[in-house]
């Protein structure tokens, strides 16, 4: 029987990246993934720069569009749109995206296997058997699990989290004059659930329409992106996807690894939490825990991702909360220089979120927003920590 030196399971950016440095070092590398590449996948689409520098020189970007303008409103009122010299989000699609990460994965030496669904994992301390849902098992000396915001490796390494959110999305395939209308453009909508937004991202002869909310309120949020549609005159567009998916944040003390079984991107709760973008995140935390097990110093990787990913996640959270608490003045802000240079930042990824954050402007502006008393407190359950468990 073959032992691996690494199995990664899961056939994300996380795991692809992942495999892709390990395998590049010489570690003999298995992805599992219960999909077959290309596969379609719940998600925006948006890459900002921090992404686009992640997969620089690894592959080309499948890019649909390169939004330059974005168009702010408040549940559908008070819009304004500004317009930036250069790229602030490039589309793509994330069946075109994950299968060029997956070709980089094996041009690299990673083996990528579609189609096995990975049912748990039993480690001891000499290495990991990962049992398939077809009964079969595969063993691994090192694990990195990287199968998404649900999947079996968080509960196997326990992982915590503090946020869980719902988005929702339809892939509206729609005329050329619908695609000219907003071609390099993006619309974001500050929404009536607290913590809420919705989104239109452009992709040629398609757009990627979507709503994100706390989870428990899911009527609210399944009706908001019913009123949004509609707003738009997008309602009747036959959706060649509709769904939805969770994204979850992780606890602050929220464990990374767990012996032999390291976790990275959703599957670890690595997930910008205003935004929610995790894309990035999935890239940057993949390509450490590669590198971890490429070097045989496991310990490496909870230290990198405390120095480098969770600064910008905390900035997250305090920017979410007074998003929260005052959405209807967020917005307001946003159309002063001071917010839309805040906003250019983070799509580009020039500095860290903590570092954008932490700009004097930026401060002044947080800081008024916390004496306000809040619009509405968020619900309950949406806060509270909560332990990766079986759906
Ligand atoms: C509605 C929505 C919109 C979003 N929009 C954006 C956006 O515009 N920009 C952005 O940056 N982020 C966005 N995100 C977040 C982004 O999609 C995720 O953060 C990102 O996909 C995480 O990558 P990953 O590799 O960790 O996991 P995933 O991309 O979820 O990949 C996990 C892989 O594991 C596989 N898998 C799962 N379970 C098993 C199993 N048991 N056995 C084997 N394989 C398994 C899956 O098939 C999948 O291929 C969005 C999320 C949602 C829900």
Redesign the pocket.
Known sequence: MIIWDLVV???????LCAARVAAAAGVRTLV????VHP?Y????????GT?LSAVAGRIEVPAHDRVDRVTFTRDGRRGFTRRHGTPLVTMVRRDEF?DRLRAAAVAAGAEVRGG????GLDQDPDGVRVRLADGTAVTARTVIG????S??TARHVGVRFRQVDL???RELPVPPAEAARWRGRLLLDWGPVPGSYAWV?PKGDRLTV?V?AARGEGDRTRAYLRDFLARLGLAEVPAEHDSG???RCRADDSPLRHGRVLV????AGL?EPWS???????LRS?TLAGAAVAAGDLDRYARDVHERLVPSMRAGHRLLEVFERRPDVFHALLATPAGWSMFVRFCQGRASFDRTLDRVPVRAALSLLDRLPPLRPRPASAGRPLTAAPR
């Open positions: 399971v899961g056939a994300g950016p996380a795991g599992l993934d219960r999909a596969r996948k719940t998600c925006g689409g948006g890459l900002i992404s994950d096995l669904a990975v049912r990287a199968d998404g915001s999947g079996v988005g929702l999305e991202f979507g994100i998916h969770l994204t990275a991107g959703d599957a997930l929610r973008e995790g894309i990035s995140f999935a993949g």
